[in-house]
């Protein structure tokens, strides 16, 4: 009975290309139901792990070691890791995104081995076998239409580095203004209509007596 349950889910995993998850222990749940011994995963699945069990998502070039108390969302291309840790063996570029961070082979088609671990806000990735990239994207403050900006590390084979979960936001500075943008200035327009206006009245705006008359007349009446 138990050959009967499982084969027809491997031709389902084989025929959908999707994966099959094999479980060792109690206490692993997929999309919040309890899994049998073994179990296609596809898209979107959510697998979470009890602390007294293990599980091992399989697919074509890759398989993945799910650890205790651990949360991991399948997809095809990527495995994305909510908290817990995880070892993935992978010849085809096989990813862990943990919230805006991403760990990805250096070497996508050459048999990479790697560990995430995501605790209290914190990622560690230890590069087994092979090197392997950390990317983060950090959304910009002041242009929040314009494309993310990112940084990678390389982890080379046998080191470990770690980072914060979330990503900081990157502050765009604001450019100061050129003297050609004050010029450009609702402000500096309406100065120079009112500078203008003063000289022009200056020269316009006055008695017809000269300044300087030919015959200046005296302000003491004549005797």
Partial sequence: MTMA?????SLVAEDSAAAMLRISGAGVLVNNQVAPASVALFNN??????????ARIEMAGSTADINPDSMVQYHSDELVLDHGSLSVNTAR???VRV????????????????????????ITVMALKLDVYIDALAKRVEEPNKPSQSSRDLVREGEQKSRSEKCAAVYIKPERPGIAAIMNSTYAKWSAIVAVGVITCFGLCHDDDPISPSQPQSKWPSP
Avoid: M, S
Wanted: contains cysteine; charged residues 15%.
């Fill in 93 to 95: 570029g096989l990813r």
């Fill in 99 to 122: 919230g805006c961070v991403t760990i990805t082979p250096a070497n996508p088609t050459e048999w990479t081995h790697y560990q995430v671990v995501d605790l209290d806000g914190k």
């Fill in 45 to 54: 699945d959510l697998v979470e792990t009890g602390n007294a069990a293990v």
């Fill in 5 to 9: 349950a499982v084969f027809p889910l």
